[in-house]
Each structure stands twice: as structure tokens, then as C-alpha cells.
């Protein structure tokens, strides 16, 4: 019952419970409390609780707040200002299921509110503090008031220790984790093994994590800093940044989805599917995991170096990832490092001075003198050649003794050659014919030959043009400004054709090529780009990088990989494969503007973009991307392992998906469209087919412009134009529809819809509504009579299906219709209230009383209710005949007739009346002849008495028979008057 302060002649305390006054006919819903503006329903209190028996007394608890409201079946409080309590109390075992789930051990937690505005929600949830929700089972501070104001706990048992009680694992000893590094650090300056380097690491990403993991603001330091010995480290104590908090904010509070009870029984939840938030000084949003996982792969700091050159600082470098860069001092050098307090890091290497030795002469070094203690010589001189005037003088005038750069070479830039003497692996000199200006040879040749070069190739040929630059055995750069560096590299020219020079071209590697290619870079043994002569096609600023990389007339082509191919199948000027980009071993590209990236890709169509492991696209303006991946027409997306697209303007997403008919979507784990423009997405279902395969999305060859949506969703044929969504939902036949958990339209189902889960449309234009709701065949109508009279069927089913709200065990209301039409036309649904003035209408006929009378007085009353005593035992008023009487219903009426004995009665009547009659008439006629023998009696009067006294003894027989006449006459129109 709701407890709040009411009105006690209407309610009344018991048992420290309210109850309603049921003499006066009041039962307890909710209550409003008029005193506080509070409500409450159930046992929930609000508002100034009534008085309670405690102890054998009547205590009445003080007021808890005002327009609260408070809803549940137990005790629960809402206390403040406003405040709302829903729920009931905490038991900590519950059964459900023939399982019992244990929670927590606080028995008989109390659900409510306690602060301002604050909203419980939930068995035993607890909101403490001004504006605070808890919304879940056990949810909420919990205890006395120490809560969070403006405090959120979503989900059961979500919780937080409350403000005063401290932090479990939060308070982290900083000075340990320094002292652990200083240590770390030490032995690592002791020993220098790749062990104590690793704990070097550790202990420096222990202080980094702190600063990360600790809610109030902490700073990292260095780890490394100033020091002065070689491969030694020190520590340095320099703060750089505050890691934690946001700028210029204030937390207000604190929001919870999971937590630890009183015996550390705990439930965390993961928040999922929360979009990036904002990465600014002033952003306040939720970070992501992804956010997350680039800061911590790609934070870092950049390495490099200051170029006296550019007066400015190069990077060279990047640092992340929990790496560490280690400078270690050589065996001339010793190396140091600092980090100021804006975070600029600084490495110095200083020149071991104890081993070098320099003769200097008018201001200038003369010799510079290195000893090796571990070398057998005693020193290592590097002495200047003539018209040296400082180290960092003219680099081309600089010689060495017994110092080459690659094996047995020197490089010269000013053209004179009487100083290229390029030595022979055999230490002899080998002769070189100078041939262009500014051009450089760096070569190594070993057949003790010596070759002449007159802007043909030969095997010593080197650097012929302008400018241009040659190293290896064999290697030519024989157009201008080009670059030739390896065994047998050459970049050519083809006077004379159409093709452009090599100008610029660079070939690095063993055998590396360019070919009739101005701009053109192959790097890598093998590496070449080409020309077609047949076409005058060349490979204008084409890169090709990796051994065996090849790219063939492909203007502004980029081939990066062992064996990449970028080969134009169409040769004509102007086409091949024109800026395509095949990355990866054995990518290959045939066509313009296209990608191949990944070992074994392909593209083979126009603007096509091949992207994965062995992925295969021949298709123009098509992208495929995944292992494996077959795109084999245009215009088409496919993503995924194995996936593959076999028709045009398709699109296939997901492992295994296959987009197989015209114009089709298939998106998901093996989802397949084979249907022409169906549209799949889904991956595979609970339903195993045969071992361990199960039903994947799919739309059949035959389901052309079906959408199927959903795990293991299909559209079998001929279900054309149909709907399936929902897990395991089958559609077999056209323009159905089928929406819900294993929904289905049967086979020969044509426009049937099946809607919930396991619903089944088993007939044309059959509709299931409903969880298992399934059609059956539709019902017969008959007429049915009221009376005599035959109702009408109404309007006839024409045969297009039946709708289905359950099945043969589950049954459903169908509510809030509206009132249908009624005519003898109406296809309408009837409601509920019309069918009930229907009742109503009847009940009142049913209640009318028919009285029965005879000559005025009442003999019988009856009503048409059955159940009515004042009818007899059949409900039925007999009509019955009395003695010489039928009765019979004709033309709507109740007649009585006379029958065969008294209609015999009354005939043998008229036959006496008649012999009355006649008798009469006969003694008239006796009479007549009287008076006449009476005239005559005169004559003789003993004849006349003689006759006289028959006349009378006549007169008496008449009368006699007269009377017999009217006594029959008075009993037959008496028997006529019945």
C-alpha cells in the first residue's frame, strides 16, 4: 500500500501498514499528498510518512521532502526536494528459471533517494546526492550520505566508493617507480647487456603508465640524460607536461557502469559503439579505443639532426611505441644526451681526443694521427694532398691515402681526366675516354681490358652524358643528368625514334634498366622500365622499386615490390597503363590509372584497385580489396577474404560474399546474391544445413530484385520482389514478405507475410502477425437464421488469403481498432464496443416480459432470457388443443380448428334437425288432416273421439319429437360456439 500522510476517515494504520477502509468501499492504488505535493503508489513513501508501530509504539518519522514521487511493492524511500524512487528492495538471492543467481550478500538493500532532484531506478538502487541517478538493480553510493553529487551509475551493481573512503589501487608511489628506474639504469651502466637494457625499458614505461593511468595530474621524466661516460646513463629530474586532466575544466562528478560490492563480487561493462570524440586542449568528449591505440603506436618524438648546411634541424627518424633509442658511443667517440624543460632532447658526440693526434701548419691540419689500441698498426695517418686548404674545403680536391669508397674508386667532378685513374681489381689502371661535361665513373672492372667509349655501349662504357653518373661493372648512363649505379645498370637513350631521351633517368641495382624513359627511376637487381618501340610508347617518370620490378610503356607508373609488373595490354599512344601503381611481390597492373597493392594482386581493368594478398581484378573502374579477392567485371566492390563479383555493377562485401547476379548486394560473412539487383546482407545463421555448415545470407538465381537482411536471411526461388529480415528468415515465394526470427513465407505463399519471430504465411496472401503465429486454410461461412429468417454472409472472401494473429495454442487481442462499418456491404472489423451495444440491445430484449391472458386475467409471463424463472422448463410456450379441437401455425398465426369427431358430431346433428323437421311438418300435416275428420266428426262422433284420441296421442309423439329437435339443436350450436 502507498504509506503517506491521507486521510484517516477514509484510510486506516495497521500493522504499520495502510489500509484501505473497505466498509466505505476505498481501496489503495496511489496517493497524493496534498500537505507536500508528493505521490506515491505501492508501499513506497513519500511526502510526511505516517505514524508506524515500533517497539509497541506509535513513532511518526520525520518528513522526508517534498514533491517526491515513489513507486514499488516494498518500502522504498524517495527523500529530497523532487526526488524519484521506483523499484522495490534488494534480495540477494533470486530464482529464476530453476536457477538461482547470486548477486551480492547485502540482504534487504533498500532502494530511494536521498538529495535534491535525485532519480533511483531499480531493485535496490540507491541515488545519493544532489542530482544523481542510479539506474539499475543494486545500482548507487550505498551507505550513509557520502555520494557523488550529479552522479550517474548505469546497470546493476554499478557502484564507486564513496567521497571520504579513499582509492583501492589509485595511490601509486611515484618515488618507488624512480628509484626502481635509477636502479634499473645503474646496472645497466654496470653491465650494458641486452637484459639490463630491457629493464632500462621497462622501468621507464612503468613511470610513463602511471602518469597515463592516475586521475590527477602527473608529469613523465626523462629517461635518459647527461651522461658524460661512454654507453653510461643518469637519470635526470625534469618535469615536462601534466598528462592527465583538460584545460581549463572542473570535474563535476563522476559516471559509473559496473562496480564492486561489500565482498568484491564485481560486475564492469565495456561501453561500446561510441563515436571519436574531439582531441583538443579544450574537448571534454569520451576518447575511443582506436583513438587510443594510435596514441599509443604513434606517439613519439622525431630524431634527427642540425644540417650546417640549411642551418636548420633535419629529421631523419621517429620514435613510438614503448621504443627507445639508444646512443652509443664508438670507439673514437663518446656520446651524451639532455632534455630541457620544453621538451627538446639533445645528443652530443664528442671526439675521444686521447686517440687522435693532428699536425696543424700555417692554421691549418696537416696530418691527422688515430691510434688503435687493438689494431696491429701502430697508427692510422690521413694525410692532404696538395691544395688542401681546410677539412671542409672543396670536397673534389680531397684525396686519400689507401682510402676508397666503393672498392678501388674516387670521384671527380671538374672535368679534367688526367686524374681519373679508376684502378682495376688487379690493382692495374684501366683507361677511360672522356665523354660529356660534368659526368662521373665509378667502376669497378676485373678483365684487365681497357675499353674505348664513343657513345656506344661497351663493357667499361661508364658515364657518357652531360652530367650524369655511373658505378659498376658494365654500368651505362648514357643520357643526361642520369644516374647508373650497379652491375650492369644502364639508363639508354633511342635517338633517332620517337621516344623521348632518359633524361634524368636513374638505374640502381645489378641489371637495373630505364629504357627511352625521361625521368624514369628503377632501383633494385632486375629492376626495368621500358619502352614499346613497335608503338612509341615509353615510360615517362615511371618508379619501379624492388628486384625484378618491370614497368612497361606506363607513363607516370610506380611498381614497389620483388617482381612487381606494370605491363600496358593496351598500346596504343597515349594508353597503356598510364599512372598506374602496383605495389607488393608480384603485383602486377595492365591497365591506366589503376592499383595493385599486395603480393600476387592484379588489375587488369581501367581504373581498377586491387588491394590484398593474391587479389584478382579484370573488371574496369571496379575496386576489390582483401586476400584472395576475384572481381571479374565492371563497375563493381568487392571487400573481403575470398570474396568474389562475377556480374556487373555489383557490389560484395565480407568474407566469402559473392555477388553473383546482375546489378546485386551482398554484404556479410558469406553472404551471396545471386539473384539479378537482390540485395544481401547478412552473415551465417543458426541453422546447420549438413555437418558443420550452416545457412548463410542468401538471395537464389531465381529471387531477381529480393532484399534478404540478416544472419543466415534467405530468398529461396521463386521469391522475386520479396522482403526478408531477421535472422534465419526465408522468403520461397514471390513478393513475400518475412520479418522477424526465423520468419517465413512457405513456398506457394505469392504475396503472403509472415511478421515475428517464427511466423509462417502458409498460403497465397496469407499474413502471420505474431511470435509463432502461423495460417491455416481459410473457414468456411454459412448463413446463419435468427428465427426463420437467414442472415446474410456478408461480403463473401474472394480467396486472397487470411491473417493470422497466433496458431492453434496462442491466441492474441487485437486492440484499439476502430469501430468497422455496418451494412449488409461491410468487410469491416467489428470492435469490441459495437458487438457490445450489440449485447446490450439483446440483454434488454431478453429482459422483456410477454403475459399471457384469459378473458382478461393473467394466466402466464415469460421472458426471452433462457435463465429467466418465469419460464417453464424448455423455455417453450406450448400451444395446446382441447377435446374435439386442432390446432396449427399458418400465415403467422395460432389457429384452432374443429376436428374429425366434432365436425362428425355436428353433421349427425343437422341429420336429426332434418328428421325433425320433417317429423314436424308431417304432424302439421296430421294436424290439418284432424281438424278436417274433426269437421267430419259430427257425422260420427264415436269416430270422431276415436280419431281425437289418436290426434292426441300424435300431438304428444310430435311434441316429444320437437323437443328431442331442440335439445339436439341446442347441443350442436353449443359445440359450434367451442
Known sequence: MAATNTDDGLFRLQDNELHADLARGKYIVGVYDRETGSYGFGKAQVGKKDEIWENGKLKKPKAVGNYQLAIGHDIIIASGYKGIAIGSNYDSYASGGGKTYYFSPLDGRQGGTQGAYAVSLGSGAQAIGRHTLALGANSGNGGAYNGY????????????????????????????????????????????????????????????????????????????????????????????????????STTVSILSVGGTDDKNNTMYRQIQNVAAGRIASDSNDAVTGSQLYYVRNYTGWNIGHYDDATKANKTTGRVNNDHTV?????????????????????????????????????????????????????????????????????????????????????????????????????????????????????????????????????????????????????????????????????????????????????????????????????????????????YNVGSANAIAIGNDSKITAASGAIAIGNKTNITAIDTGVGNGAVNAIAIGNGATVERRNSIALGQGTNASGVSSIALGDATKVSGDNTVAIGTSVTATRENSVVIGQNASATRERVVAIGAYAAANGDRTVAIGPEATANGSKSIVIGGLGDNKTDGNNFDKATSADKATQAIVIGNGAQATDPASYSITLGNSAKTEAGTGISIGDRANVASGATSGIALGKSAVANKSGDIAIGESSSTSDKHTVSGLKIGDATLSTGVAATGNGTVSFGNNTIKRQIQNVGAGEISDKSSDVITGSQLYHVIKAADEIAKTEYKFQVNGSDIKTMRNNRTSALNNANNVLDFKAGDGLDVAYENNAVTYKLNADSKKAIADAKTAATTVTNSLQEINRSVARAETAAGKAETAKAGAEAAQGKAEAAKAGAETAKADAETAKAGAEAAQGK
Not at 554499478?158 to 571520504?164: E, L, M, N, Q, T
Not at 646496472?187 to 621507464?204: F, H, M, P, R
Not at 686521447?354 to 697508427?379: Q, W, Y
Request: glycine content about 10%; aromatic content about 6%.
Open 149 to 248: 553529487d550529479d552522479a550517474v551509475f548505469l546497470g546493476s551493481l554499478s557502484r564507486i566508493k564513496s567521497v571520504g573512503q579513499g582509492r583501492e589501487n589509485d595511490n601509486i608511489d611515484v618515488n618507488d617507480l624512480e628509484t626502481k628506474y635509477t636502479e634499473a639504469v645503474k646496472a645497466y651502466n654496470d653491465s650494458q647487456t641486452q637484459d639490463a637494457l630491457n629493464k632500462v625499458i621497462e622501468a621507464g614505461r612503468n613511470i610513463n603508465n602511471a602518469a597515463l593511468n592516475k586521475v590527477e595530474g602527473m608529469t613523465i621524466k626523462s629517461n635518459v640524460a647527461n651522461s658524460a661516460l661512454a654507453g653510461k646513463f643518469k637519470t635526470q629530474t625534469e618535469q615536462v607536461s601534466q598528462v592527465n586532466g583538460s584545460k581549463d
Open 326 to 534: 639508444i646512443f652509443k658511443p664508438g670507439e673514437y667517440t663518446d656520446v651524451y644526451t639532455t632534455l630541457d624543460s620544453t621538451n627538446q632532447s639533445t645528443v652530443g658526440i664528442e671526439v675521444k681526443t686521447a686517440n687522435l693526434g693532428t699536425e696543424v701548419a700555417n692554421g691549418k691540419i696537416s696530418k691527422i694521427t688515430i691510434t688503435d689500441p687493438i689494431s696491429t698498426e701502430a697508427s692510422k695517418t690521413v694525410a692532404r694532398t696538395a691544395g688542401v686548404k681546410s677539412v671542409l674545403d672543396k670536397f673534389n680536391e680531397v684525396k686519400a691515402d689507401n682510402i676508397d669508397i666503393m672498392g678501388y674508386s674516387h670521384v671527380n667532378s671538374n672535368g679534367n681526366t688526367r686524374d681519373q685513374a679508376l684502378l682495376k681489381a688487379d690493382g692495374t689502371k684501366a683507361t677511360f675516354n672522356y665523354e660529356g661535361r660534368n659526368n662521373s665513373s665509378i667502376t669497378n672492372t676485373s678483365d684487365g681490358q681497357t675499353k674505348n667509349n664513343n657513345g656506344k655501349y661497351a663493357e667499361s662504357s661508364g658515364a657518357q652524358a652531360d652530367r650524369s653518373i655511373a658505378s659498376g661493372v658494365y654500368a651505362n648512363a648514357l643520357a643526361k643528368d642520369s644516374i647508373a649505379i650497379g652491375t650492369g645498370a644502364n639508363v639508354n637513350n633511342y635517338w633517332g625514334s620517337q621516344f623521348r631521351e632518359s633524361i634524368n633517368g636513374i638505374a640502381i641495382g645489378k641489371l637495373a634498366q630505364v629504357e627511352g624513359s625521361e625521368g624514369a627511376i628503377a632501383f633494385g637487381a632486375g629492376s626495368t622500365i621500358l619502352r614499346n618501340l613497335s
